[in-house]
């Protein structure tokens, strides 16, 4: 039986010793694409940097490709092949679009694999090679969000969490940024993606997770959710 890629075991994190999220548990499996949603203040953000190392959980445990990695710091966590692409897009506003892309492989010693890997990205983001040369800040911001994940996968990550990557874009923008997070899954990079747009993320997503006040209160097959009447009057409006 195939074991989870990732797995977090009654996970409490918060900050300055102050609990925001409350026995967390959920598993990701290698290939999936797993969705945690939620209205903003829900604690998904916590619990994404709790699994990335940015802050260490205050109880339970987090084990990745069955490694406990709840003590890990970030850097030793993307060395594992975790990739974290935080909200708020977070470019490095004044570097060229090639150089944010360039630092995102800084793990990589082989000149040929990061030529290689940044051949890639281009062309998963043809926007972005014809704005190679311009820096960041003049990106719009779709085209921020684009840079943001193609340097997370710079990495050539094993796991890659997306962090609520609709904030502030137009929604025909958001529709495209979910069918690149969907073209980048089928590539097979297992994704973890929080976001508050419920129904947007849950139509793409194999399962998910529904986090309110810091508690998973449900979680089941994307169909499962979407069909789930207490979940559309919630967050769907229906």
Known sequence: MTEPILRLT????GYDGVPVVFGVSLEVMPGELVAVVGANGAGKTTTMRSIVGLNNPLQGTIHFEGRDISRLRAHQALALGISYVP???RVFAKLSVEKNLLLGAYTEKSDAEIKGRLDEMLSL???LRQRARQ????LSGGEQQ???IARGLMSRPKLLLLDEM??????????KMMETIVAINR??????????MVQ????MAHRGYVLQSGRVVQSGSAQELLDSEEIRRAYMGM
């Not at 820096?135 to 003049?138: F, G, L, Q, Y």
């Not at 590539?187 to 508050?196: F, K, S």
């Open 10 to 13: 009654d996970v409490h994190a």
């Open 87 to 89: 909200e708020g897009r």
């Open 125 to 127: 983001f043809p926007v």
């Open 135 to 138: 820096t960041a800040e003049t």
């Open 146 to 148: 684009m840079l943001a």
């Open 166 to 175: 609709s904030l502030g874009l137009m929604p025909a923008l958001v529709e």
């Open 187 to 196: 590539r097979g990079v297992t994704v973890l993606l929080v976001e508050q």
């Open 200 to 203: 947007e993320a849950l139509e």
